[in-house]
């Protein structure tokens, strides 16, 4: 007899088959908009992205606005930019398309890449989740696939992100598998560009640290990284 866990997986293997064409128009669609750029200028694009675009968060809290380094990250990825999120203020959760233009900066390493296509590949089908506490210090942050499978318990994993600072200036990024602290997908974000475009202390950190290649946890990230754009926008 079948469990609701082998209910679940069948119906997100079918679900992945019927997307499977919307997945590779995303992945071939993603290679002919990548946009290859310094550090900072990949960082100020996106920025400007969501500044001059109709705003699609604007309930969202204004700590959220502005661009996100991921300063301890030893993953291919930069930085990011929550105002690319969809947001609903009654429920307190963003969602997150890592995969979506001018959302993500991704390394322009052959790690970058594959983490670029991948999640390029899975947008059309992929959100992280972050469901946030009455104070919006602290969230939980899920994976989602098709809009409501939650796959946490399959990788036996879970992440969450909690503010460090009283301005939300800075925050801890914590996973965990199987209830243990994962070190590798442990980070602290820091603002590097307020809601208003100013650029702040940690942005110049930010530029240093790619010069300097500064090693994060064994990885150095490259002075180029990748910004996914799209067809009606430069």
Not at 44 to 67: C, N
Not at 155 to 168: N, R
Request: charge should be neutral; glycine fraction near 6%; proline fraction near 6%.
């Amino acid at each position: 007899m079948h469990g609701p866990g082998a209910f679940v997986a069948a119906a997100i293997r079918y679900a992945f088959l019927i997307a499977l064409p919307f997945l590779l128009f995303s992945a071939v669609f993603s290679i002919r908009t990548v946009q290859r750029l310094p550090g900072d200028e990949a960082a100020r694009l996106i920025f400007r992205y969501w500044k001059d675009a109709l705003p699609q968060s604007k309930d969202l809290p204004e700590k959220f606005r502005g661009v996100f380094w991921m300063s301890t990250d030893p993953s291919p990825e930069l930085c990011t930019n929550f105002e690319a999120a969809s947001f609903d203020a009654a429920s307190r959760t963003m969602k997150l398309f890592p995969g979506a233009p001018y959302t993500w900066v991704w390394c322009d390493s052959y790690m970058g890449w594959a983490f670029y296509l991948f999640f390029t590949f899975i947008n059309p089908i992929y959100t992280l989740q972050v469901r946030w506490d009455e104070a919006y210090r602290k969230a939980y942050l899920p994976s989602i696939l098709f809009g409501c499978f939650n796959v946490d318990w399959m990788t036996c994993s879970a992440m969450y992100i909690e503010q460090l600072d009283d301005e939300g200036n800075e925050w801890a990024r914590t996973s965990y598998v199987f209830g243990q602290t994962f070190k590798h997908g442990s980070y602290t974000l820091k603002k590097v560009i307020d809601k208003d475009g100013g650029e702040l202390p940690a942005f110049d950190d930010m530029v240093l640290s790619l010069k300097e290649k500064r090693e994060v946890q064994g990885y150095i990230k490259p002075w180029g990284q990748l910004v996914r754009g799209n067809v009606f926008h430069s």
